[in-house]
């Protein structure tokens, strides 16, 4: 099981050319997979993205690629003469104006905004190789390290989880035990009832009637032979290796209609507030589903 949050870095020189890559990821319903890459770079793109999305099935996930250059071939200076000449040609005219004495030297106009470009070559010309390899490596590395994250986070989030099933399994069984004494206590309750308007008479077959309506309408077991396999299908799935998030999403939902269910049908003040213990339970299960891919 995995987490949809992680990051993970990755580092590789190699080819007088060090590569940076980071990948960060938050929860997100689909796969949404970003990578921001250097212009120079951009047809490299599609091939980092393939690389990622092999491994990340659901997220929103960011990829960021950035680099340094040792080769002389990537870099190009760029030498803007016109704003140059412009500035010597004001410099000139404020030793003129002035009277200035100090020479105009190299050092001062190259540190003038414009006169100086750097220029980061395309490699579309270079070895593939010398860029794919490298490359590859940091996102391989990165990679490697952000599904650490994501499933150490994934074991925290799947324990949480199954805490949270042993406490709902222990409440359905209460529910389960405590249920069939409503039925019970009806008929005590309308015997009672009845008892007091002994000298008029009633039917033994009419109670016996009410208090067969009275048990269909209260009646639970369906509801909780349905939570108790939602139970069971969602620990089979904790263990489960394959994205898991969108069945355990659908699961969870199943388990509060019939939570729902059950609270509407309970006449008994212990299985109402059990109901709500177990609803609260549920809602805690469903805010950390949300985090798992």
Known sequence: MRSMTGYGRGECTLHNRKFVV??????????????????????????????????????????????ETYDKND???????VIADSYIEALENIKIRYGAHDDISVGLISRFPEVL????????????????EPLFNAV?????????????????????????????????????ERAPYAEK???ER??????????????????????????????VDEEITRLMSHISQMRLFLEETEPVGRKLDFLIQEMNREVNTIG????????TNTVIEIKSEIEKVREQIQNIE
């Open 117 to 132: 470009t750097v220029e980061r070559n395309s490699f579309e010309n270079s070895d593939e190789n010398e860029i794919s």
């Open 264 to 271: 509407s049908k309970t006449t008994d003040l212990s299985v």
């Open 190 to 219: 309308l015997r009672e009832r009845l008892k007091e308007l002994e000298d008029m008479g009633y039917d033994e077959s009419r109670i016996l009637t009410e208090v067969a309506v009275f048990s269909e309408k209260v009646c």
């Open 22 to 67: 980071e990948i960060k990821s938050v929860n997100h319903r689909y796969n949404d997979i970003s990578v921001k890459i250097p212009r120079t770079m951009i047809s490299f793109e599609d091939y980092v993205k393939k690389i990622v999305s092999k491994q990340i099935f659901r997220g929103k996930t960011d990829v960021y690629v950035s680099f």
């Open 75 to 81: 870099i190009k200076i760029n030498l803007n003469e």
């Open 185 to 187: 206590r009806y008929e």
């Open 140 to 176: 391989g590395i990165a990679l490697s390290n952000f599904m650490k994250m994501r499933e150490s986070e994934g074991e925290a989030l799947k324990k949480n989880i199954y805490d949270k099933l042993n406490s709902i399994d222990e409440k359905v069984k209460f529910v389960n």
